[in-house]
């Protein structure tokens, strides 16, 4: 099994800044990739970014130049600086995990960390 312990979210006002972490500990032969999820009240869950095994990254559109994913292979922790932020990114944030255990790729999910951007 794998655990994921998120922290870091909170409230802010707009154009203020958080850091969120997420650490993966547990069962595995190796990381793929690592990646944060966001889901506003009454929306679905969204992928906000990504970083590959090699260090790639994907933004969505609305957080690209103000969000920046990185991550501590030696620690198994990804985090994600989020700056100027908008009360529209207000959500609960979802760390998401891949994993490769006996040559198959497993997916875990954090517990979800609270951000509130007020106006």
């Known amino acids: 099994q794998v655990q994921l312990v998120e922290s870091g979210g909170g409230l802010v006002q707009a154009g203020g800044s958080l850091r969120l972490s997420c650490a993966a500990s547990?069962?595995?032969?190796?990381?793929?990739?690592m990646g944060w999820y966001r889901q506003a009240p009454g929306k679905q869950r969204e992928l906000v970014t990504v970083?590959?095994?090699?260090?790639?990254?994907n933004y969505v559109d609305s957080v690209k130049g103000r969000f920046t994913i990185s991550r501590d292979y030696a620690k198994n922790t990804v985090y994600l600086q989020m700056n100027s932020l908008k009360p529209e990114d207000t959500a609960v944030y979802y760390c998401?995990?891949?994993?490769?255990?006996?040559?198959?790729?497993?997916?875990?999910w954090g517990q979800g960390t609270q951000v509130t951007v007020s106006s």
């Open positions: 547990g069962s595995f032969f190796s990381i793929n990739t």
């Open positions: 998401n995990v891949v994993v490769t255990r006996q040559l198959r790729n497993y997916a875990y």
């Open positions: 970083i590959t095994r090699d260090g790639s990254t």
